[in-house]
């Protein structure tokens, strides 16, 4: 008993390691790319186009727990929604390191430019100033500590998601393919989130009637 | 004795260098390109040690040929240091074969560019049709070796081997009527993926003009080799515009039709969005485009740890030799 008791135990912790290590692939990826100077001519470029975009990819994913945990039946994925919502924000301020080093070099002249003047920059900005908070209250105490206000401050994470998508569209110069892809996504993780409260209010409604 | 005091005024104020040194330069460059053969601003194209692992285009034997004749326009380079090859030729807007950067010399390099016919059409009294061998035979190929800024905000040096526009419309005799001329790109979907996506706000084939004077400005070069090699598909194989005082979308690829005509031709990206990109597109660090500054540029290949980012000059530096064109033109409503 005892011994299937850690065997069980151990599989979970393997199983916790093997999910916590997933999303550092593409950093171990990208980290080992750069080395090998192997990023084009323009490394700067794609190394904050590629923690960009995996920023939105671990959105996303945190995002999917809900439904994917509600259509499936996987209460497991619980579990990992507070890690991949932090890996959201590691790869967003990654994200804003990688600008501010690579591309603009720290002079702050260009950065507060960049930061006021460029729509899409100044949208992005606000979306990583909005996780902030979100990655700060996610510890048990925080939820703890706020009661029913802690999921309503972490609703913020709808628009943030929106600020997101809109940081990405506004940087298309002629093709919007990956834009529309991320972008259905989005409108069906949000979408289904809206179709079972519209839902829900109107089996309410029946009920008191 | 005699007690030297420092000048209140520097001469280096009084006019800067880098302006007495292009007007010097710009004077050569004229005269170079009136007599290259004979001239002191010609020089031999330098042995470029190309990476080995890098591919390499030697081009067709025509073509080969008449690069090993070409001379170095020395007075019409910039001192600065070329990118080195296997960025310019693995960095490239060249939407036809994709949008990623890295697109055109992955998707390009099965694209047949020999033999290639160019059609010369509109307002010259000798219109026709011309396999590109043919249309080159009379010209004197230069290396130039040119700043190219693209609209992206980045920029790389360049050594491109051509010849001046304007000498080639000059063999076609221009009509008192040809006021622009504009360029087409290849239409051809099954080689160039890119033209056949559905996702792309653009309408092929990409067309590009200029105004008659710009045109037969010594500087605007028409294309066919880099780095003393043929042009790579991917860089706009086989025949391409280089402007380099425009940004890099003006510089149309594979040129397949050059039209004289009367009024401004309508022009791919000022089609699609006509408050970013305009016909003009000169550099100019004082407009801005809607979505990012153009006041500075990094200069490309970029280091990470610190990044080359340098002003961007007006007219990409080549101020002296071509703001004249401009002269009473607000360049803010005509950007």
Not at chain 2, 289 to 301: D, G, I
Request: proline share 7%; glycine share 6%.
């Amino acid at each position: 008993m005892v011994l299937t008791l850690t065997r069980d135990r151990l599989k979970s912790l393997a199983f916790w390691w093997l999910i916590f290590l997933l999303p550092l692939l593409p950093l171990a990826w990208l980290v080992d790319r750069a080395l090998a100077l192997d990023l084009g001519a323009d490394p700067a470029q794609a190394i904050v186009q590629f923690t960009g975009i995996w920023t939105l990819r671990l959105l996303f994913i945190t995002l999917a727990v809900t439904p994917l945990r509600r259509l499936f039946r996987w209460s497991w994925l619980q579990r990992y929604r507070r890690m991949m919502g932090l890996y959201t924000l590691f790869y967003a301020v990654l994200h804003l390191l990688a600008f501010a080093t690579f591309i603009v070099g720290w002079r702050t002249d260009l950065l507060l430019r960049e930061l006021s003047e460029r729509p899409y920059i100044v949208v992005g900005s606000l979306a990583l100033l909005l996780l902030i908070p979100l990655g700060v209250t996610s510890t048990r105490n925080w939820q703890r500590r706020l009661g029913p206000r802690w999921a309503k401050l972490h609703r913020l994470v709808y628009p943030i998601a929106l600020l997101a998508m809109l940081h990405f569209i506004w940087q298309i110069r002629s093709s919007f393919q990956e834009q529309l892809i991320y972008g259905l996504i989005l409108a069906w993780l949000l979408g289904y989130r809206l179709w079972k409260r519209l839902h829900k209010r109107k089996t309410a409604r029946r009920q008191v009637a | 004795m005699l007690i030297k005091r420092p000048d209140p005024i520097k001469s280096s104020e009084i006019t800067p260098e880098s302006i007495y040194r292009n007007r010097r330069l710009f004077l050569k460059g004229l005269a170079g390109t009136a007599a290259l053969a004979l001239s002191e601003g010609a020089a031999a194209i330098p042995a470029y040690n190309l990476d080995k692992d890098a591919p390499q285009y030697p081009g067709p034997d025509w073509l080969q040929q008449q690069l090993r004749a070409g001379v170095r326009n020395e007075a019409l380079s910039t001192a600065e240091n070329p990118a080195p090859y296997v960025n310019v030729i693995t960095h490239n807007n060249f939407y036809e074969f994709g949008t990623g950067k890295q697109d055109p010399s992955r998707k390009a390099q099965n694209f047949k560019t020999d033999p290639w016919r160019v059609e010369i059409a509109g307002e010259v009294e000798k219109p026709g049709s011309y396999n590109l061998e043919d249309l080159l035979r009379p010209h004197t190929l230069e290396e130039r070796v040119y700043r190219l800024r693209c609209v992206e905000a980045w920029s790389m040096v360049i050594p491109w081997m051509g010849f001046p526009l304007g000498d080639l419309l000059k063999r076609f005799g221009p009509t008192s009527r040809a006021k622009y001329v504009a360029f087409t790109t290849l239409l051809d979907p099954e080689q160039m993926p890119g033209q056949g996506g559905f996702f792309s706000t653009l309408d092929w084939p990409y067309i590009e003009g200029l105004r008659m004077d710009e045109a037969m400005h010594p500087l605007t070069l028409l294309t066919v080799g880099l780095y003393g090699n043929a042009l790579p598909p991917q860089n706009g194989a086989p025949f391409r515009l280089v402007v380099p005082w425009k940004y890099g979308f003006k510089s149309i690829k594979s040129i397949v039709r050059i039209e004289l005509t009367e009024t401004m031709p309508d022009t791919t990206w000022n089609l699609t969005a006509p408050n970013e990109y305009g016909f003009y597109a000169n550099v100019n660090p004082k407009v801005d485009h809607p979505r990012w500054s153009q006041a500075t540029e990094r200069r490309l290949p970029s280091s990470l740890f610190s990044p080359r980012i340098i002003d961007t000059q007006p007219f990409n530096g080549y101020g002296d030799q071509v703001a004249s064109l401009y002269s009473g033109i607000d360049l803010r409503k005509w950007f």
